[in-house]
């Protein structure tokens, strides 16, 4: 079951179109990769589906609902998370602190937000680390933070961006295992990012963008075999 | 990691410093008996100033420190409060008792009305709107006859003191008592604030609003609320005010000292901290007090000389206030354990 649709989305900035035409529909239990080189789109996309930029063509369905128009907390209410590219903890805040936030948008009770945000908090395996104010957090820690408080909204989808950026190696299997381990809780999740052989392996389907075009869209076992993706994305081993 | 979870659970929602809460308990037992061991009328009066601007300042700290907006005109609310009450009983005889409260809903409706179009703006661009709106708050009230124009209001005395005039004129101790009231009121009232959802809230959109619009919340009403909520809490001061000197005047209910003089205290304290506000007049108003004394009138303006002083002090050692100087374990407070 389709449980959100892109219609042919558009958006440019002066001259520079960031988004042409794009559709695809993302279906409820799936990740959907997003690859593409930098400045291909990707990032903007997020932003026109979560309402922080606002379409220049085209629609968004989510479950059945035209969200074009609304704002980003209505999104948000309605059940779509997201994480920043750009990480954006409430830095001064403790890492509970930050999740009740969002475990807030579903539970006005203090002690049943609390709780909420703590199982979520488990999950992300950082329960140790409750207390410590965000800016205390190391990058994984902190990425790991932002998709805790994302999941506390309870959203029917969530919107990962670069999840594994700007980690160091070790830490990525964790990233890489708590993604699955969402997916397995039946959250659908649409995630951007460059590390190919993460994106092969736990997405169902990948979108590819090239200069704010797809530019294929598939199963990951055709999309690496895509002539365009690897001309301008995935590229070859020269045997020469 | 099962039981631990099981033990946060069992955490206490707040975490409690059992020697602060002490310490509390004690400092207010002392404010509650200072009348009683016979204090000269100035030491009443400076306590009496303690008391208002440590609610003033922490007006400001809510729509400051808590949602992240510079306003510079918060005095306005501070004569709105100080008008309202004093017409009412001029005019109509109405108790200030009520007034307060008349004066405390019209300057959230005010907060409401100019910070719908003001809180589109941001960080400077807020500061000036503010700043310019508190000025002609003070330019309207000049020119308004209704309200006694530049005159202003003339509160008729009573006889002797009443507690339905609020008026008292043999001693300043009912004063002290109903200001030290409203100022535990207020304190606990923003305590709770913190430790609330609306708290918890503001506190995002001031850190990062994209990420709490990313969370369902909605930026523009809780800075409105914010901005409200502050208005509410400077009014009853301005109502106090008047009572206790008995006049209201454009010149001094809408001064813009009293907009500078807040944001002074709350920064010399500590923004964003509730004791900050506190700890900044405990220091300010003395110094502006005994200043008065010793120089006589309004001081020399030493005291605006010192306030210059501290806060360049402040803003290069130590800027997030004097109570950073204490241990974060020890004001344990709103962070969650």
Redesign the interface.
């Known amino acids: 079951m389709t449980i959100l649709s892109v219609e042919n989305l558009g958006r440019s900035f002066g001259g520079i179109r960031a988004n042409h035409d794009i559709s695809f529909d993302i279906n409820e239990g799936e990740i959907l990769g997003i690859i593409g080189p930098n400045g291909a789109g990707k990032s903007t996309l997020f932003d026109l589906i979560?309402g922080?930029t606002k379409a220049d063509s085209g629609k968004v369905v989510f479950a059945g609902q035209d969200i074009s128009a609304l704002?980003?907390?209505k999104i948000?209410?309605l059940g779509i998370?997201?994480t920043?590219q750009k990480l954006?903890?409430?830095?001064?805040?403790?890492l509970?602190?930050n999740v009740?936030?969002?475990s807030?948008?579903r539970e006005?009770n203090?002690?049943k937000?609390?709780?909420n945000a703590?199982?979520i908090i488990?999950f992300v395996?950082l329960?140790?680390k409750?207390?410590h104010f965000a800016r205390e957090l190391s990058t994984g820690q902190r990425k790991r933070l932002e998709l805790a408080?994302?999941m506390?909204?309870k959203p029917r989808l969530l919107l990962m961006d670069e999840v594994t950026g700007g980690v160091d190696q070790k830490t990525i299997p964790g990233l890489v295992a708590l993604i699955k381990r969402l997916k397995a809780s039946g959250v659908t999740i649409a995630t951007i990012e460059h590390n190919i052989n993460i994106i092969m392996e736990i997405s169902d389907n990948i979108l590819a963008l090239d200069q704010g075009q797809k530019i294929a869209f598939g199963k990951p076992k055709d999309i690496q075999n895509n002539q365009k993706v690897i001309d301008s994305y995935l590229g070859t081993v020269d045997v020469a | 990691?099962?039981s631990?979870?099981n033990t946060?659970?069992q955490e206490p929602?707040w975490h409690s410093n059992k020697k602060i809460i002490l310490l509390l308990a004690v400092l207010t037992l002392f404010l509650v008996i200072f009348p009683l061991l016979g204090p000269s009328s100035f030491y009443l009066h400076l306590m009496i100033m303690i008391f208002m601007y440590a609610v003033m300042s922490q007006s400001w700290n809510i729509i400051a420190g808590l949602s992240g907006q510079i306003s510079l005109g918060h005095g306005l609310f501070f004569g709105v409060g100080a008008y309202t009450s004093s017409f009412l009983f001029v005019e109509y005889g109405v108790t200030p008792w009520i007034g307060i409260f008349v004066g405390m809903f019209f300057s959230a409706a005010i907060a409401v009305l100019i910070g719908i179009p003001m809180l589109r703006l941001s960080g400077h661009y807020f500061a000036i709107a503010t700043l310019l709106i508190g000025i002609s708050f003070q330019i309207v009230f000049q020119r308004w006859e209704l309200v006694g124009a530049a005159s202003g209001l003339w509160i008729p005395l009573t006889e002797g003191s009443s507690w339905f005039a609020l008026q008292f004129h043999d001693s300043k101790v009912p004063y002290y008592y109903i200001f030290l009231v409203v100022f535990l009121l207020c304190y606990l009232f923003v305590w709770r604030l913190n430790?609330?959802?609306i708290g918890?809230?503001l506190?995002?959109v001031r850190?990062?609003y994209?990420?709490?619009?990313?969370?369902?919340?909605?930026?523009s009403q809780y800075k409105i609320l914010a901005y409200a909520i502050s208005a509410v809490v400077m009014a009853p001061m301005g109502s106090l005010f008047a009572q206790y000197i008995l006049i209201v005047d454009p010149d001094r209910m809408f001064n813009l000292e009293i907009s500078i003089m807040v944001l002074l205290m709350t920064v010399l304290g500590g923004i964003?901290n509730i004791w900050g506000p506190l700890l900044g007049v405990a220091i300010l108003i003395p110094i502006s007090e005994y200043s008065r004394i010793y120089l006589g009138g309004t001081g020399g303006a030493v005291d605006l000389i010192f306030y210059g002083l501290i806060l360049m002090l402040i803003c290069i050692f130590r800027p997030d206030g004097l109570i950073s100087l204490f241990p974060k374990h020890v004001l344990a407070r709103e962070?969650?354990?």
């Not at chain 1, 954006?88 to 403790?94: G, R, S, Y």
């Not at chain 2, 994209?210 to 930026?219: P, W």
């Open positions: 979560t922080y704002r980003p907390d948000s209410n998370g997201r920043f954006k903890p409430f830095a001064d805040m403790t509970l602190e009740m936030i969002g807030f948008v006005s203090i002690k937000a609390r709780d703590l199982e488990d395996d329960i140790e409750r207390h408080r994302a506390a909204i | 990691m099962d631990v979870l946060a659970k929602v430790a609330s959802k918890f809230r506190r995002a850190d990062d994209q990420a709490a619009l990313s969370l369902g919340i909605n930026v964003g962070r969650q354990r």
